[in-house]
Each structure stands twice: as C-alpha cells, then as structure tokens.
Nanobody, 126 residues
C-alpha cells in the first residue's frame, strides 16, 4: 500500500525558506514520479512542480521557478521541496502525490496522480 507523509510546514516570514519532505512507503522512487501541489483557501489546487522517476528531471510552475527546488533521496525514499524567497501568496496546504510511470524521464503536474499525502500547512506572513 502506497503511503505518502509530508512534513516541514510552518510559519515563515516573507523572504524566508522552508524545506518540505515527502516520505514515501510502498513504492520505489525509481518507478514513481512525485508531484508537489498546493491549495490556498478559496482557491483550486494547483501543481507546483514534479520530479521524474528515471533521472530526476524536474518541472516547475512559472510562479515558483528560481525559488523552489525539488530533489529526492532514493535511499531514504523521500522527496524534498526546498522553498526559498517565500512570498505571502505561497501560503497554502502543500501536498505530495505519486504516479506510477515505470521509469520515465518526464513528469507533468497535469497527470492524474494515484496517491496523495495528507498535506502540510505553509504560512508566509510577517
């Protein structure tokens, strides 16, 4: 059974940084792409970025490019979302999700992800 657990959220001032973790069990990161998503109050969920299973190719939404970085540690079966230069508009519940892709060098937040974590709150405020 696939399980994803996010952690690392919290309150941070504008311009600050946070690193979110997505600990995965029941799957291998060699075969599953991982996406990061967020949902702000009153808004639809949006894709932040993703990392492919085969070679760790990443994709980012335009609003976070240059500020957010997705990485992974296959030995720990964990994917990270490093968020720098945070803005108040980054405030949201952040989710990670997994999609079996059989070892692909491509990822897309528009795909239908199979499994989701419970989310972690990120609040950017002074």
């Amino acid at each position: 059974q696939v399980q994803l657990v996010e952690s690392g959220g919290g309150l941070v001032q504008p311009g600050g940084a946070l690193r979110l973790s997505c600990a995965a069990s029941g799957l291998s990161l060699d075969l599953f792409g991982i996406g990061w998503f967020r949902q702000a109050p009153g808004k639809e969920r949006e894709g932040v970025g993703c990392i492919s299973s085969y070679d760790g190719t990443t994709y980012y939404q335009d609003s976070v490019k240059g500020r957010f970085t997705i990485s992974r540690d296959n030995a720990k079966n964990t994917v990270y979302l490093q968020m720098n230069s945070l803005k108040p508009e980054d405030t949201a519940v952040y989710y990670c999700a997994a999609l079996y892709d059989g070892g692909s060098s491509w990822c897309d937040v528009g795909y239908e992800y199979d499994s989701w974590g419970q989310g972690t709150q990120v609040t950017v405020s002074s």
